[in-house]
Structure formats: C-alpha cells, structure tokens
C-alpha cells in the first residue's frame, strides 16, 4: 500500500461514523417493512434437523478418529476405537440435547426501560 492510497488521520472515523449511521438507518428500514430480525426468527424445519444431524455425526465421527489413532499408536486394535466410538456417541447426544433444547424454548419477553 502506498503512501497516496492511506486515508488521511482524522478521515477514518469520519467514515466509521458514516458507516454506522448507514447500518442504523438499514436496521430502521428492515423493522418499517415488517421484515423479521434474523436472530430472533426461530430456525426452519430442515435448518434445525441439519444442525441437529451434524452434532450427532461429528461426535461420532471425532471419537472414531480418536480412537482409530489410539488403536494406531499403541497397537490396540478394536478396543480404542469401539470405547471412543461409544464415548463419541454419548457426546454427540448430549450436544444434540443441548441444542435441541435451546432451540425449543420461545425466547424471552425483553424487560421495559427503567424510569418510563
């Protein structure tokens, strides 16, 4: 980067600011079309079985890799991967519970500002 293509000092919050006041003003223009906030919509049927697949698979999938190593490095051959297979199991099902739950509560009221 050369000297010509730097923003002067005092330009950089200038455009930070401007930058700010353009995303409040996208904000207030998405809450007037009545579009729904994307962290306050609850997830879709398929989002939710994908996300909840994915946990279930990965806790298996990272135990088998554990063990398999394990079974490789100290010449163990079925016993590291079946006991990490299963452990992997259980940690995949507890992530899935975890994250079925969070999904399943109805998010809470937001408290009114004090003083109003």
Same mark, same amino acid.
Request: hydrophobic share 50%.
């Given at each position: 980067m050369t000297q010509d293509q730097r923003p002067a000092g005092g330009e950089a919050p200038d455009r930070l600011r401007e *930058?700010? &006041?353009r +995303?409040?003003?996208a904000?207030? %223009? #998405?809450a007037? &079309?009545?579009r729904p906030n994307a962290s306050t919509?609850?997830?879709s049927g *398929? %989002?939710?079985a994908l996300r909840l697949s994915t946990e279930l698979f990965a806790g298996v &999938? =990272? #135990?088998g890799g554990m063990g398999w190593f394990l079974d490789r490095a100290l010449g163990s051959s079925p016993f590291g991967l +079946? =006991?990490?297979?299963l452990i992997g199991f259980a940690a995949g099902t507890v992530n899935l519970i975890r994250s079925a739950g969070r999904g399943s509560r109805p998010p809470k009221p937001t408290e009114p500002a004090s003083g109003a």
């Open positions: *930058l700010q &006041a +995303i409040d003003r904000k207030a %223009s #998405g007037e &079309a009545g919509t609850p997830p *398929l %989002s939710a &999938a =990272v #135990g +079946i =006991v990490f297979i």
